[in-house]
């Protein structure tokens, strides 16, 4: 149950600083952000294996950059699912799914969390 927590926390953590650093990724409240954060947390656990494995054939004739697409459109789905979260475009979920990608694992580093 700790772990859960902190990667909840960790997760919170990156997607407000997506917020802050990103013009094109907006929450309107902090309750937005953290629901955001779970359901972020549920689709990168279920629904992206899948679509990394559906997208294998393009990923690996792109070198691996077609995993930024996926991991974007993961994003753009967390958005659509919950009220409050908003992203401008499919771009800035590309961007934003980068941040909190970077800003989760610089915290699991710090923090001397495992990933």
């Known amino acids: 149950m700790a772990r859960f927590l902190v990667q909840w926390l960790s997760t919170a953590i990156a997607l ?7 013009a094109g990724i907006h929450f309107s409240s902090t309750t937005a952000l953290l629901v955001a954060a779970i359901v972020l947390g549920f689709i990168n656990a279920t629904v992206r294996p899948v679509m990394t494995i559906l997208t294998l054939p393009i990923t690996i004739v792109t070198l691996g950059l077609f995993y930024l697409v996926v991991n974007g459109v993961a994003f753009l789905l967390a958005a659509a699912l919950v009220p409050g979260f908003t992203v401008d475009g499919f771009w800035w979920s590309v ?10 694992w610089f915290i699991g580093m710090v923090g001397g969390a495992e990933a």
């Open 16 to 22: 407000w600083v997506a917020d802050w650093i990103l």
């Open 95 to 104: 961007l934003g799914a980068l941040v909190v990608s970077v800003v989760s």
